[in-house]
């Protein structure tokens, strides 16, 4: 993409573009901004595997815990980040775990009494998920580590709460509309810098843009 951008504008034109994918476009804007939401600028990108090291690390050292699946542990933590949700606010929220493997367990665990402890209100596997993700959260805080999830939410937490850095971007452009529609619910709020365009190929239906929520346009061609 880099190559044909250069060739169509310019070298002096392309570089005043920043372009990437979303993980590695917020990759660029936390380097260059992340200090004014708390992040260092040597911060370093973990990848799934690194993850489940951490997390495997943790349920080996846990009592409760130590028979748990670390995949399946952070498959619940990705969804909840990809849901804009914290550990804390998952822990204090009605939401239950969503892995197939847990629901049989959820349903069981919801015959508990509503006048009992909150504690005794949540699933054992809602516990073991949030234990886990606390430990996770704090983990990844203390090794100034950022996995690909965390990319994307601190991504939009830095241009929700410094407009002055998302009024920097005029035009927003998502070129394949086939990447777009598997990407989390986080690039919407990416989308919503200047003015958003997904280009789809003629054969995408509009409504599958419609259906994932973004409020940007559709361009029918783009040349």
């Not at 209100?121 to 809602?126: D, E, G, H, I, P």
């Not at 516990?127 to 994307?152: P, Q």
Request: charged share 25%.
């Amino acid at each position: 993409m880099k190559e044909r951008i250069v060739k169509l504008l310019g070298l002096g034109a392309a570089q005043q573009i920043l372009m990437g994918t979303f993980h590695s476009t917020c990759a660029k804007l936390l380097r260059m901004y992340g200090s004014t939401i708390g992040l260092s600028k040597d911060f370093q990108i973990i990848d799934y595997e690194d993850s489940k090291v951490i997390m495997k690390n943790f349920l080996k050292e846990s009592e409760e815990w130590h028979t748990y699946d670390p995949a399946t542990i952070l498959d619940e933590i990705s969804n909840l980040k990809n849901n804009k949700m914290t550990a804390k606010q998952f822990q204090s929220s009605p939401k239950t775990v969503g892995t197939k493997s847990f629901k049989v367990h959820v349903t069981l665990f919801q015959l508990a009494k509503t006048e009992g402890p909150r504690y005794l209100l949540l699933s054992l596997q809602k516990k073991a998920v949030v234990d886990c993700y606390l430990y996770y959260e704090s983990e990844l805080e203390r090794l100034n580590f950022l996995d690909f999830d965390d990319l994307l939410v601190r991504g939009v937490e830095l241009l929700t709460k410094n407009r002055d850095i998302a009024n920097k971007f005029e035009h927003v452009l998502v070129d394949e509309v086939t990447d777009f529609s598997r990407a989390p619910p986080q690039s919407d709020s990416l989308l919503g810098l200047g003015g958003g365009a997904v280009p789809r190929h003629e054969r995408t239906p509009v409504r599958a843009h419609q259906a994932h929520g973004t409020k940007a346009r559709v361009l029918d061609r783009c040349r």
